[in-house]
């Protein structure tokens, strides 16, 4: 018995001792001694210069742990921010008997004051690259090569419990010194409560960012002994500026190694033009709505790796559009995207923006030349790949009111194309392709079009705020053209078309009044206070060709019950210039009016040139020669008055005709 007494007092005044030691021994050992030594081997570490400016202070019983004051990681050579991280105090605690156990119990982890600092410098290369870290070399494979481990296996702990973990009045600036940006999180504050491996982390984290507070509040977890070998949870919710709200909540496989994360996000309905109040900034788009973005919601399922994301159940809610939509995206470099888009309504024209009044300088011709504009750097646009297709209910652009509309999008190397591309409008229907080429220093397009039964008054009211014409229109168009500004485009605009109007009107000319008085009849075109003339037809055929901004027609025609009109010509586009020959002929006989006599036949054939803003008619009297000199051999008296009506009934014409031309936004 006594023996057992003796053994028991010799363990127990060991431990005495022992834990004695523990408490006394770092009051001998001077730590700043060796300061030296230690930024030495942390700059080897580190790949970066380090400094410890204040006290280093170890303790070792009841808790085990150091604190560092004054810590600075330097900038590699180049940057001119001298510290790449700093931090004012820098603690840890952790209790010691438990570790003979391999049971960690930390009382404290607390960073005070740290400062992260990531700049991008004139060249592209941003302070965090290449920082020379030491690490461990890649264990050999079977066949000779490196390969990283695949995974971190168990801790070497039996159990995890941390009593405070805290990032207090922390800072990170991002400075881009090309670019001239910068931002600021300032008074960064990060708890975590219930540290362990058995139950979720609680995290608390708040922000200042451009001076609003941004939270995040949530839990993940539990993590496990073994980090990685099961599916991290998480759940959540981001506040920013009181008016964001943004919930994630799902799992994080194989974080260390193969990271993939599976989660649903929801950002709840806000007004983007608030939130950048809030923050002390413009808005960034000018619109002619300046009430659009006023609302933003948005949700979907994502799940991927690294290499490839996919977004599932998607909506998107924009003011009063809502899209469902899909997509994949994967080799980021180019990036390549698939996609699926589902819009109900969009009022395109709200969201353009403001129209600019364009300083240009006028050439021959009367063509606008742009100086100084900037060539465009299409290189962005030739490495995407796109797969996708867009469908939208309802579609207003440029006041003009479409449905159904259907588009699949298709983009290689530069090539993008639209086809099939369908929608419905103004009673009919119109089907094609279109496609736009960066492949070269100047862009090419080509747009293929199938109209169908399309009213063209209510058409030309929405787009052109005109009446001039009536009917169902059925075209066809083949057009190709080159450039991005619209003199180059007018300069290389080829193809051909054909436009037909069937059971319409030419609203601001009666031909049928022509044929009976010419001078009333153009009379008419500028009278007031009666009705509005018009020429209905049954038919109207334009068939055109362009050549480089070129419009020619050789076989324009109109039918209507009392006459046929021919026309042939062009219109050059790139000069603004005209040059046509209108060919009317009656095909019946007109009573009433005082006008019961037989007509048939050419009428005066006329002119039109000159340029958009001022065209000039004229009389081709070149089919009217031997008709005027046998009247004037058989009725003189007769043939004056006629040569003084005709006269004065040209005048009018070139008027009322420069008037129905300025009608149709040909002049200025």
Known sequence: MNRSKKWLLGAALL???AIAALAIIPGFIDLNRYRPQIEK??????????????????????????????????????????????????????????????????????????????IKNSKGVGNWENPG??????????????????????????????????????????????????????????????????????????????????????????????????????????????????????????????????????????????????????????TVDSSVFSRFSAKAVVKGTPDEVTLSDGVLELDDSRMAFSLQAREFDKPNFTFQANIDRLDADRYLPPAVEETTTKGSGGQAAAKGTPKTDYTPLRSPVLDGTLD????????????????????????????????????????????????????????????????????????LDKDNLAGALQADAD????????????????????????????????????????????????????????????????????????????????????LRVKAAGMADLVRETINFRVEPTVVATIKGQDDTKERSGIMVPVLVTGTFSKPIFRPDLEGQVKERLQEALTDPEKFKESLKQDKESLKSLEQQGKELLRGLRFGR
């Open 15 to 17: 431990a005495l001792l």
């Open 41 to 118: 081997q942390l700059s080897a570490l580190t790949g970066r210069p380090v400094t410890l400016g204040g006290e280093i202070d170890l303790s070792l019983f009841p808790w085990a742990g150091f604190s560092l004051s004054d810590l600075h990681i330097g900038n590699p050579a180049g940057f001119s921010e001298k510290d790449f991280v700093s931090a004012k105090t820098f603690e840890v605690r952790v209790k010691l008997w438990p570790l003979l156990s391999k049971n960690i119990e930390m009382k404290r982890f607390v960073v005070d004051s740290p400062r992260i600092v990531l």
């Open 133 to 286: 870290m030491i690490s461990a070399p890649a264990a050999p494979t079977t066949d000779g090569k490196m390969e990283a481990p695949s995974s971190l296996g168990g801790l070497p702990i039996q159990s995890l419990a941390v009593g405070e973990f805290a990032i207090r009045n922390g800072s990170l600036l991002w400075r881009d010194e090309k670019s001239g940006a910068r931002n600021e999180i300032a008074s960064l504050m990060v708890e975590m409560k219930d540290v362990s491996f058995d139950r979720p982390i609680q995290l608390d984290l708040s922000a200042l960012v451009d001076g609003r507070t941004v939270t995040v509040k949530g839990d993940m977890g539990p993590v496990g002994r073994e980090i990685g070998a099961k599916p991290l949870p998480f759940d959540f919710a981001v506040t920013a500026a009181k008016d964001i709200s943004l919930r994630l909540k799902g799992v994080l496989s194989d974080p260390l190694n193969r990271p993939k994360f599976d989660f649903a996000f929801r950002l709840e309905p806000f007004s983007p033009r608030q939130a950048m109040q809030a923050f002390g900034r413009e808005f960034p788009l000018q």
């Open 392 to 463: 939208i209910g309802e579609l207003k652009i440029n006041n003009a009111r479409t449905q159904d509309l259907h588009v699949k999008v298709t983009a290689r190397n530069g090539r993008y194309d639209l086809n099939p591309l369908t929608l419905k409008l103004y009673g009919g229907s119109a089907e094609g392709s279109a496609g736009f080429d960066v492949r070269g220093a100047v862009p090419k397009s080509s747009v293929k079009l199938r109209v169908r039964e399309i009213q063209a008054e209510p058409l030309l009211v929405d787009v």
């Open 479 to 562: 057009l190709t053209m080159r450039g991005d500004d619209a003199a180059t485009i007018k300069q290389t605009l080829n193809g051909q078309g054909n436009l037909n109007f069937r059971n319409g009107a030419i609203k601001g000319i009666d031909l049928a009044a022509m044929v009976r008085n010419v001078k009333t009849a153009f009379g008419l075109m500028g009278a007031t206070g009666g009705p509005r003339p018009s020429t209905d037809f049954s038919a109207l055929k334009i068939p055109f060709s362009l050549t480089n901004g070129r419009f020619d027609t050789t076989d324009a025609s109109l039918a209507s019950p009392l």
